[in-house]
Structures are given as C-alpha cells and as structure tokens.
C-alpha cells in the first residue's frame, strides 16, 4: 500500500460527546452565542438612525423591526442553523474547515476554493478586532444614561477593560469559561423579559412580522435603504461563531440553544425596543438602556459589559483557532501556541496573536470614541465572509451531498442574493470606517500570498539541490561508512528527497548512525487523524527507514507521541539514545527570484520570526542537532 492511498483510505470522524445535553447547550450560549447577544445594545439604534429623521416615526420602526426579525429568520435561522451547520467536516466547523471540505470534494483540487478560503478566514480576523472594540465599548456607553456627567470616562473604562482582558488570556480561560454559559444565558433571559415587558407600551408593534412592513419600507425609502440595511445587519453579526464553534459543542446544542432561548429573547428585546421608542420618541438616541428603570440601569450596564467580555473572549478564542489552522495548513508560519489546559487541547494561546489583536482593539477604541463611530466599521468583513460561506457551501452542496442542480440554485442563489444586498450596503460605509476591517484583511491575505508563495519558491530552490533518497540509500548501502550507535532522526518536508541535513551530516561527520529515520509531518485535509491512520513506516534496509506522521490541522503536532505510535508497527529506538536532526536555514533575496524583491524581504522577516521547529514539534531539546545552510530564494 502506497502512502497516498493510506492517506486517502482514513474514515471520517463524528462528533462525539459524553457531556450531557443540557450543559452543552449552557456551555455554547457563552461561546457560541456571546457576539450575536450583544447586538441589541446597538442593532436597532444605529437602524433607527441610519433613517436620517430626527424623530422616530412608526413608519421607521415597524420598517426597521421587520427588517431585523426577516434578517436573523433568513440569515441566521434558514442559512446557518438549517444549512451550514449540516456542512460540518469530521465535526469541525469555520471557513477554513469548509474550504477543505469543498477542495476534497473536487478532484482537481482547484487553486480559487483555496484562495476563496484564504480571503475568509482574512476577514473573519478582520472581523476579530472590531467585535471587541464595538461590543465593550457600546456597553460601557451605558453610562451616559446613568450618569451622564460620567461621559467623558467611557473610553478610558472601555480601554481598561479591554487591556484586562488581553492581559489574563496568557492564564487561559477554563475557569472564566465555566461561568460563561450561565451569565450568558441571564442575559438572553434579561434580554427576552425587558422586551416582553415593554411590548405592552404599543403591542400593534408586533405586526412588525409581516415582511410588507420592510418591503413597503425600502419602496418608499430608496435614499436610505442603503444605509438601514447596513445597520440592520449588525442584529446578526456573530452568526459566523455558529458554524465556527460547531467542532466545540456539535449541531444539536447550537441548534436547541437558538431556538429554545436566544432567537425568542432576541425577538422579543427589538419588539419592546421598538415599542418603547414608539412609546417614547425622545429616548430614540438610547432605547436600549433607556428603557429600564432607572434602579436597573447600573445593574444592566454592568451585566451589559460582563456579556461583551463574554462575546470578545469568544471571538478572540477563535482568532487563536484560525491561525493555529492556517499554520497547520502552512498558510502561515509558525507561531508560539501555549497550551493552557492539560484536559482540552483547544484551550491555547498565542502571545505574538494577544499583542497583535489588543494593539488593533485598543487603537480602534481611541481612533473611534464611540460604538455609532465604529458601527461604521462593521459589516464589510462579516458580509464578506457570509458571501464567502454561500459560495463554499454550493461546492459542498453539489459535489459531497450530491445534490440536483436545481435544488442547490433554489437554496444557494436566494442566500447570495441576501449576503451581496447586506455586503453592498456596508461597502457603502468604506470611507466612514470600512476600510478597517478591509485593511486588515488586505494584510494577512498578503502574509499568507507570501509565505505560500515563499515555501513553495524555497521547496523548488531546495529540492534543485537535493538528491533522490533512493540514490542516497543504495550508495550508502554498497559503501558504508562507519556507523555509531543510537537512531538519528531527519526531518523534512520533502517525502521523495534526501533530507539536507542527512547530506550535510555525511558531508562533514563523516559517519552514520546505526538506524536513520527520515521522518515527514504532514497535515491532513481533516480537522484529526485517527490513532490507527496517523503513521505510515517503510523500512529500506537495515540502516534506513521512512517514516510519515499525518496530524488533522486541529490537532498541535508531537513527534515524541506520535513516534510511541510508531513502535507498534515495528519501529524501534531509544529516545536517550535518538538525535533529532534539522536544517536551519539563513533565506537571503535575489533580485531575480520569483516574488518581487520587497515580498522577498517579508517572506524572510516572516522565517525570521517563525517558531522554533524543536518547540513546534514538541522535541526533546537536549536530543536536537540543527545544521544551518544558506538558500538564496
């Protein structure tokens, strides 16, 4: 059997759980559902506003609650909980894992799903700096309802806040975690209450679910259609973290958590805010925190804040997860990964991604004042994303579930339909703050156009100078040199060639040890590999073998264990008696290489502050040997 087909022969994984129903769905509400949550505090505002009257007529408000209501029954209901969340691959769930899914499903593995993917998850870091900022901020913005002359401390809280929370990422988050769940799911309970009982102030508001409400509103409204719908999409900005955490909880505890408690409380917080404004014109510049008496005012405010922490850590939690894949799928370099859980393996935290997202979070505070001046900056990167998921999901749609044509088009093209109306609105918002999330994307898409480009450019430099294994391997089985004892292991990337530090190990030792494995990481298609998949051995004489770990691109990477594997197939050694050897190479620019020279220089500033491959791979220090080379790209 020949590696690829063990590679293609591995069964898919399903999500399995021992934790019991009830404590999923309370443990998804904090992760899953913290982002969307916040909404309320800004959504029907910032709708209300983009209206362009200075009063709040009832035309205004029935327009912008059906908006709402048909926006989260459409994108969030119909799309994610009853289509993408089905899109699952061995479990997982997120643009990249969706890329995959798709590139396995067709048999060229065409270039555009990769690309397509690559912008996606750029967006979704886009997205990553901007949720922090907008949701922190509008709660702390509560107290300009408490106490107005306390204004002016609202951005200097928001900051201290903000830099709490970076700061206590490097501890982890499972004790925090734990009680995510239950003050989530008291403030979706908080939310659903507040609404229900502020109905009753005009409960003709309700009629707001008849979509003629948002049709006749748009037909009579074109001058500001554009706008509205802008804001309105914030209302279901956070859907993303459905099928992004979807790897954590499975389907079922999302999909009941959705529709038992956070779609009915959503619903019923715009009704009673609509309502109250109908009720209470004057109060349109705050309706939410505005509508509660003034003794629940501070509590709300700090149970307002104590959620969008929630809905940031979320969000920065998946940032760590995204890149954690994009470097597993080399799209990116190696990055530090502290685990910060002995018990769950997702748990982790990335020091150069913190300083890195906090930098962006707190500039965007400074730079915006307030959560209407960032409102502007959201929408472009989640709609742009939404789009990316549509497109993804046809390729999966036809090829994997096999699906008519025209069924998939029924489905599909209505989606499209909605996701380039909402991304077309919030474009229009690019010179007001648009372009943030743009620019950030912009910048990763052309770190990982680099370091792809790079790695690909260097692996045809390497393998120009290499020489076949084979040849290697037969030479030095007729004429063999002088051996010590003990097991040295080559790592390489090239699975066919000779490893450069073997070569280079030859050329200046002169000797070869008693066993010498050539070993190969790779990164499978698949969030994990099973035990019994994850090792494929091949034994070339005495003196040689080849060796081949295959980890899912969840998985973190440990040679050490995966080589315990290998010693069931027949692999033997001593780990104090292994060397583990590397190639360390200096990357110098030509100015006649493939990339120009600029992207030269970042792709060598990129390998410059990669990690450490020995730390990466979980390798035994005291057992490394690196030899350093030159390689002029």
Not at 567 to 578: A, P, Q
Request: include cysteine.
């Amino acid at each position: 059997m020949t590696y690829r087909q063990l590679r293609n022969d591995d069964p898919e994984l399903e999500h399995q759980s021992s934790t019991g129903l009830p404590s999923l769905v309370i443990a998804a509400l904090g992760v899953v559902y913290g982002d969307i949550g916040t909404s309320p505090l800004y959504a029907f505002r910032e709708a209300l506003h983009a209206t362009g009257r200075l009063g709040a007529s009832r035309t205004d408000v029935l327009g912008v609650l059906s908006l709402i209501v048909w926006a989260l029954t459409i994108v969030v209901t119909l799309k994610y909980v009853c289509f993408v969340l089905k899109a699952d691959n061995r479990g997982e769930g997120g643009t990249l894992s969706l890329m995959s899914l798709a590139r396995e499903s067709l048999a060229d593995r065409p270039k555009w799903v990769l690309v397509v993917g690559v912008v996606g998850a750029s967006l979704f870091l886009g997205d990553a700096i901007i949720t922090p900022a907008i949701s922190v901020l509008s709660a702390v913005e509560g107290i300009q309802v408490v106490a107005p002359a306390a204004s002016d401390w609202v951005v200097p809280i928001t900051l201290t806040i903000i830099a709490a929370l970076f700061f206590v990422q490097r501890f982890g988050t499972g004790g925090v975690a734990s009680v995510f769940g239950p003050v989530t799911a008291l403030w979706f309970v908080v939310l659903g209450v507040s609404g229900a009982i502020h109905i009753f102030d005009d409960p003709t508001v309700l009629g707001a679910v008849n979509p003629s409400h948002a049709v006749r509103y748009i037909e009579h409204n074109l001058g500001s259609t554009v706008a509205v719908l802008g804001a309105v999409f914030l209302a279901v900005t956070g859907a993303e973290a459905l099928y992004v955490d979807l790897g954590h909880f499975g389907r079922r505890p999302i999909v009941v958590a959705w529709f038992v408690l956070v779609f009915p409380s959503l619903l019923l917080n715009y009704f009673g805010q609509g309502a109250f404004v109908l009720a209470h014109p004057e109060m349109a510049s705050h309706p939410f925190f505005s509508m509660h008496p003034e003794w629940a005012r501070l509590p709300m405010v700090c149970l307002a804040t104590a959620a969008t922490v929630i809905a940031s850590q979320a969000v920065i939690s998946g940032a760590y997860s995204l890149v954690r894949q994009a470097m597993h799928l080399n799209l990116l370099p190696r990055l530090e990964i502290r685990h910060t859980s002995e018990t769950h393996s997702g748990q982790i935290f990335m020091p150069q991604v913190n300083s890195l997202l906090f930098v962006f979070v707190a500039a965007l505070v400074v730079f915006f004042q307030s959560s209407s001046g960032l409102s502007a900056a959201y929408g472009i990167a989640v709609t742009g994303e939404m789009l990316i998921t549509s497109v993804l999901l046809f390729v999966v749609m036809r090829r994997s579930w096999n699906w008519a044509l025209a069924s998939t088009l029924a489905v599909i093209v209505p989606l499209i339909v909605i996701d380039t109306g909402f991304l077309s609105a919030n474009v229009m918002k690019f010179a007001d703050g648009g372009w943030v999330p743009v620019a950030v994307a912009s910048t990763m898409m052309l770190l990982m156009q680099t370091w792809t480009a790079g790695r690909r450019l260097l692996a045809n430099r390497t393998k120009a100078d290499e020489i076949p294994l084979s040849s290697i391997i037969d030479s030095l089985h007729r004429r063999k040199p002088p051996t010590v004892p003990g097991t040295a292991i080559f790592l390489t990337s090239d699975i066919e060639g000779a490893p450069t530090a073997l070569l280079h190990s030859l050329k200046h030792y002169k000797v070869i040890h008693e066993h010498n494995v050539i070993l190969s990481v790779v990164t499978a298609a698949k969030p994990f590999v099973p035990d019994d998949d994850k090792i494929f051995l091949e034994s070339f004489n005495p003196l040689f073998s080849r060796l081949v770990i295959t980890f899912g691109y969840m998985e973190t990477p440990n040679i050490p264990s995966a080589l315990i594997l290998a010693r069931k197939l027949g692999l033997t050694f001593d780990i104090m008696s292994t060397s583990f050897f590397l190639s360390r190479r200096t990357i110098l620019p030509s100015r006649k290489g493939g990339m120009p020279f600029w992207q030269d220089r970042l792709f060598i500033t990129l390998s410059k502050n990669a990690g450490n491959a020995t730390d990466y791979f979980s390798l035994p220090t005291g057992r490394v040997v690196e030899l350093g080379l030159q390689t002029v790209i």
